[in-house]
């Protein structure tokens, strides 16, 4: 059974720096993993993605903060995040890109991260 596990979220100033790991089981690494932020009464918006060969993708309000990347001996997705904006408290979680959001059963619990300005 697929299991996601985020962590490192916290409380930090605008312009701060934060590292997210997402670690992953039951999934092989084949797939291309995803980073999903929520913010609160939104639905979880995509951002970031990185494939097993390593290509990325990342939203235009992301690009030059946050930088993706996997550990394949830890089986973990992390996300370096700096400079950030003071956006409030949203919900960090990550899933495989398999199929749509609204079918994924696996969600992990998420990581807060609050960004106070």
């Known amino acids: 059974q697929v299991q996601l596990v985020e962590s490192g979220g916290g409380l930090v100033q605008a312009g701060g720096s934060l590292r997210l790991s997402c670690a992953a089981s039951g999934i092989f690494s084949i797939y291309v993993m995803g980073w999903y932020r929520q913010a609160p009464g939104k639905q979880r918006e995509l951002f970031q993605t990185i494939s097993s060969a390593g290509s990325t993708n990342y939203a235009d309000h992301v690009k030059g903060r946050f930088t993706i990347s996997t550990d394949n001996a830890k089986n973990t997705v992390d996300l370096q995040m700096t400079s950030l904006k003071p956006e409030g408290q949203d919900v960090y979680s990550c899933?495989?890109?398999?199929?749509?959001?609204?079918?994924?059963?696996?969600w992990g619990k998420g990581t807060q991260v609050t960004v106070s300005s």
């Open positions: 899933r495989p890109q398999m199929g749509h959001d609204e079918d994924w059963e696996f």
